[in-house]
């Protein structure tokens, strides 16, 4: 028996294209489409709750010490998560180093996506893929009819139309990427500094969780990756300015030896 085909659609939010390949299950094609169109829905909500371009945003107004948390509770929970997501970082994942004030965008992102597959999970999709600019949320597997992983393809840091490798995802994980090939210089070293490396990537069971440890990873470089290693379910990947690697055990390419960063 051969599985439907995934579908496809884009969609431009929160300062990206976020991507989706679906399959409609047993609820069939309907409940699915309206589903997609569903968390299409939330994803701009939560753009234009969270975003730090739109200046009348409640984002944006927090930051600017208009109104507070207490204000706005799903941005104090968020806040919340990154502060919980600090301490396990060990510091490396730090939303208030941001020069402007508070900016948990290396999180919500992240969220955002799983946020978007849960919707899609709920009303009746069997299998999809939220890529979110390279943050990317799985849900059931891309053929039913065998054990086949996903695969994603992780962007080369300075040619931009090259993959410096592919990834396998097991149903319902996850990988996030972060580094300065795609918005410049935006993030910062605890301490001061500029970061490690120049493009970062995680997997694991949390794609919410996995943002922040790439933006982590990313600021930290091996000091980072040690603590890395000691958080289960988590793996990484970076490489530096010079195309040196480095790695967890058990971060899965696809290929056993990826071509090196030339």
């Not at 939010?13 to 409940?31: C, D, Q």
């Not at 948990?104 to 069997?126: N, Q, Y």
């Not at 080369?156 to 090939?181: D, K, M, Q």
């Not at 493009?199 to 040690?226: C, K």
Request: proline content about 7%.
């Amino acid at each position: 028996m051969t599985a439907a085909p995934l579908r496809r659609h884009a969609q431009p939010v929160m300062g990206t294209v976020v991507s989706f390949a679906w399959r409609a299950g047993p609820a069939g094609e309907r409940a699915a489409e309206e589903a997609l169109g569903a968390a299409c829905a939330r994803l701009h909500d939560i753009d234009r709750r969270f975003s730090t371009w739109i200046a009348d945003s409640p984002m944006s107004r927090l930051r600017r010490g208009e109104i507070g948390e207490a204000d706005e509770p799903e941005i104090s929970a968020v806040l919340e998560r990154c502060r919980e997501l600090r301490e396990r970082s060990g510091g490396w994942f730090d939303p208030w180093l941001a020069r402007d004030g508070v900016d948990p965008t290396g999180m919500v992102k992240g969220w955002a996506a799983e946020e978007a597959v849960a919707i899609l999970a709920a009303g009746g999709v069997d299998a999809a893929l939220v890529n979110a600019g390279g943050d990317v949320a799985t849900l059931g597997r891309p053929d039913p009819t065998s054990d086949e992983p996903w695969h994603v393809g992780i962007r080369h840091p300075w040619r931009r139309e090259s993959l410096a490798g592919v990834v396998t995802l097991p149903p319902g994980a996850a990988v996030a990427s972060s580094g300065s090939y795609e918005r410049g210089q935006h993030l910062w070293r605890p301490g001061g500094g500029i970061p490690r490396s120049v493009a970062a990537s995680v997997t694991g069971p949390s794609l919410e969780a996995a943002d922040a440890f790439a933006t982590a990873l990313a600021v930290g470089g091996e000091d980072f990756l040690r603590i890395l290693r000691q958080i289960d379910g988590y793996e990484g990947w970076f490489v530096t300015a010079e195309g040196t690697e480095h790695a967890t055990g058990g971060f899965a390419w696809a290929d056993p030896a990826p071509a090196r960063l030339p």
